[in-house]
């Protein structure tokens, strides 16, 4: 069964900081891995998707994603915070058998001035 | 632009007064899903339709249902809330099941007095 495991529910920065966010993943498959971001009192918006075309990918807002096969990685990074991207931020893998989308637990990344 | 639109964004309810939330999308997919999303937990999925498929989550209690009468819109139906459906509940949708981004609406908050 494919599962992502997202280590820290709370990650504080400080503005201008690199910003990390971990995501393990397992799958005995090739995977489909998403990073959404969710602003409080709104859905999830899509930052970035891997689909095994290139290992770095790069999304919206500054953010990019790398994946790594031999580490089941695939972090969340950002060089420089800004106040703006205080959110929550949530790792997913679509299940290879049904498509669905299996979520990791969130994290919560503070910005502090 | 074409978006997944939510409606009401905020929704009070009575204890055992049903409830209806609606989705509408201009993206002509396919599939649609509902979330539920408690405080600072990922999203659960309820159930989705795969055109007019419905997909039902085992664990989705029957006082949940759903409707989509076209491949525009989609409803979730809270026949008697309880204290504990009190949420947010996010529609999204996808082109097809497998490996397909889901583009999430805003999200509508359900409180249940």
């Known amino acids: 069964a494919q599962s992502v495991t997202q280590l820290g529910s709370h990650v504080s920065v400080s503005e201008g900081a690199l910003v990390l966010l971990r995501c393990n993943y397992s799958?005995?498959?090739?995977?489909?891995l998403f990073w959404y971001v969710q602003y409080p009192n709104q859905g999830l918006q899509l930052l970035l998707k891997?689909?095994?075309?290139?290992?770095l990918v790069k999304g919206i807002n500054g953010f990019e994603a790398e994946f790594k096969k031999s580490e089941t990685s695939f972090h969340l990074t950002k060089p420089s915070a800004h106040m703006s991207d205080a959110a929550e931020y949530f790792c997913?893998?679509?299940?290879?058998?049904?498509?669905?989308?299996?979520f990791g637990q969130g994290t919560t990344l503070q910005v502090k001035p | 632009d074409a978006m997944v639109i939510q409606n009401p964004r905020y929704q009070v309810t009575q204890f055992g007064k049903p409830v209806t939330l609606s989705c509408s999308q201009t993206?002509?997919?396919?599939?649609m899903y509902w979330y539920q999303q408690k405080s600072s937990q990922a999203p659960k999925l309820l159930f989705h339709?795969?055109?007019?498929?419905?997909?039902n989550e085992a664990d989705t209690p029957d006082n949940f249902q759903s409707r989509r009468p076209n491949t525009s819109f989609c409803f979730l139906d809270i026949r008697s809330p309880g204290l504990g459906d009190a949420a947010m509940y996010l529609c999204?949708?996808?082109?097809?099941?497998?490996?397909?981004?889901?583009?999430f609406g805003p999200g509508t908050r359900l409180l249940v007095l």
């Open positions: 999204a949708t996808s082109r097809d099941l497998r490996e397909e981004t889901q583009y």
């Open positions: 891997y689909t095994s075309a290139a290992t």
């Open positions: 993206l002509n997919h396919n599939v």
């Open positions: 997913a893998v679509s299940s290879s058998n049904t498509g669905k989308l299996i």
């Open positions: 799958s005995s498959v090739p995977p489909y």
């Open positions: 339709y795969y055109d007019k498929d419905f997909n």
